[in-house]
């Protein structure tokens, strides 16, 4: 079992940053975020691997240069920066676990945190 707990999201204008964290009680192969806007599917937007490619990173293209993902071992921690935030970015953002990399690629996620809200204003 993994337990995820995600924490930062927040009210900001358009343009501004907001820095997310998703406490993991371990880290598995692969880790991501995902979010999810009213009336619109859940988006996989980035995901890096632990083991095997490790270090590497994926960013969808709606996020791609803006977002930054990393991984924080001394605090235990998946973090999402977002800068230049933009309305479209508005979601439920949630953490995400796998241990199988091959799982990962397909965007197929054994373990979620129960998300953390973002609205941007214009």
């Known amino acids: 079992q993994v337990q995820l707990v995600e924490s930062g999201g927040g009210s900001v204008q358009a343009g501004g940053s907001l820095r997310l964290s998703c406490a993991a009680s371990r880290f598995t192969a692969c880790m991501g975020w995902f979010r999810q806007a009213p009336g619109k599917e859940r988006e996989g937007i980035t995901r890096?691997?632990?083991?095997?490619?490790?270090?590497?990173?994926f960013y969808a293209d709606s996020v791609k240069g803006r977002f930054t993902i990393s991984r924080n071992s001394a605090k235990s921690t998946l973090d999402l920066q977002m800068n230049s935030l933009k309305p479209e970015d508005t979601a439920m953002y949630y953490c995400?676990?796998?241990?199988?990399?091959?799982?990962?690629?397909?965007?197929?996620?054994?373990?979620w945190g129960q998300g953390t809200q973002v609205t941007v204003s214009s």
């Open positions: 890096i691997y632990t083991i095997g490619a490790g270090g590497n990173t």
């Open positions: 995400a676990a796998e241990s199988s990399s091959s799982n990962c690629r397909r965007g197929i996620y054994t373990y």
